[in-house]
């Protein structure tokens, strides 16, 4: 008699997008390239017999370690890609919704806390950029164990390299991470002055009170837009903050009707610029000692589809 070999069911096997569009976002900077690597994870998961599905131990193992894979390949290849991108490449923002900021793994207690970021700080704006530091290696082993607490034994089977590397990896990575955290532990402590500060800063925008923005901008403040090449926006970064009041000054008076709107980009206070119905920019703050030091502005349109369709759940 033949045994039928058992696989997960469909709604096992589902349940794990979560997860996975959580580790491909901050492995990617991208939700659009998240999504892509999800779908791509799972047509590969299907594609096996149902043979091969029912003889993996932990098929959520599996999946995240096929999307880690797709991931880094999309990393190493990510360089040359930026190189041709019109303007500066920001991570793509995203609205506050709670799922971002779950699907990691119960700690065992096996390793120092210091060597854990919250999930909450894993998708700000400024540790986004610190990611894109790093080399593919280091972001993924970083990303994979001090996020989502896999052990670096996991992680060694991702990258191609021994447990050993990749803790080294990873070192070198929370290396960078702390020394930005150094840099922004205060602004943590006072989120409730910075979502202050941005509300200050929106008022004085709409107001046209450039005196009040200049007050609000650290002076070597910078703004940087992205833009993809695919709507007008200023392409080099913009530096000063008298500067930056004006840019901000000029872009009213070129856009009338512009509506500011308050919003949490990337679990922290933002601004949402509208056109009528649509979305036209995403604006996320770094704020510290009560100023602005950095904006970064998402114009990008392929980027700002999560503020105007709902994220998948």
């Given at each position: ?89 920001l991570p793509e923002p995203l609205p506050e919704r709670t799922e971002w900021l779950t699907g990691g793994r119960a700690d065992d207690g096996s390793a120092d806390p210091a060597d854990r970021v919250t999930l909450d700080e894993s998708v700000g704006m400024a540790f986004l950029v610190v990611l894109e530091s790093m ?179």
């Amino acid at each position: 008699m033949t045994t039928t070999p058992y696989e997960p069911g469909l709604g096992a096997i589902m349940s794990e997008r979560r997860q996975l569009t959580n580790v491909a976002y901050r492995l990617l900077g991208s939700l659009a390239d998240a999504e892509d690597v999800v779908q791509e994870t799972y047509a590969r998961w299907y594609a096996m017999t149902v043979r091969q599905r029912s003889a993996i131990d932990s098929p959520g193992a599996w999946l995240t370690r096929v999307a880690s894979r797709i991931c880094l390949d999309q990393l190493r290849s990510a360089r040359a890609r930026r190189e041709r991108y019109v303007g500066t490449w920001l991570p793509e923002p995203l609205p506050e919704r709670t799922e971002w900021l779950t699907g990691g793994r119960a700690d065992d207690g096996s390793a120092d806390p210091a060597d854990r970021v919250t999930l909450d700080e894993s998708v700000g704006m400024a540790f986004l950029v610190v990611l894109e530091s790093m080399t593919p290696a280091e972001r993924v082993a970083f990303v994979l164990h001090d996020v989502f607490r896999y052990s670096f034994t996991e992680v060694a089977a991702v990258v191609g390299r021994t447990p050993a590397a990749c803790r080294q990896l990873a070192s070198s990575a929370r290396r960078r991470v702390r020394s930005s955290r150094d840099a922004s532990e205060q602004r943590i402590r006072a989120e409730a002055a910075r979502t202050e500060v941005v509300r200050e800063f929106k008022k004085a925008w709409e107001a046209r009170d450039i005196e009040a923005l200049v007050g609000l901008l650290d002076p070597a403040a910078t703004a940087v837009a992205d833009s993809g090449g695919l709507v007008s926006a200023v392409l080099d970064p913009v530096v000063g903050g008298e500067q930056v009041a004006q840019g901000c000054l000029d872009l009213a008076s070129k856009v009338p009707g512009l509506t500011l709107l308050e919003r949490t980009v990337n679990g922290q206070a933002g601004l949402v610029l509208q056109l009528g119905d649509a979305v036209v920019a995403v604006i996320a703050f770094d704020v510290t000692d009560g100023r602005v030091h950095h904006l970064w502005a998402v114009r990008n349109p392929e980027k700002l589809k999560p503020w105007t369709r709902p994220s998948p759940s």
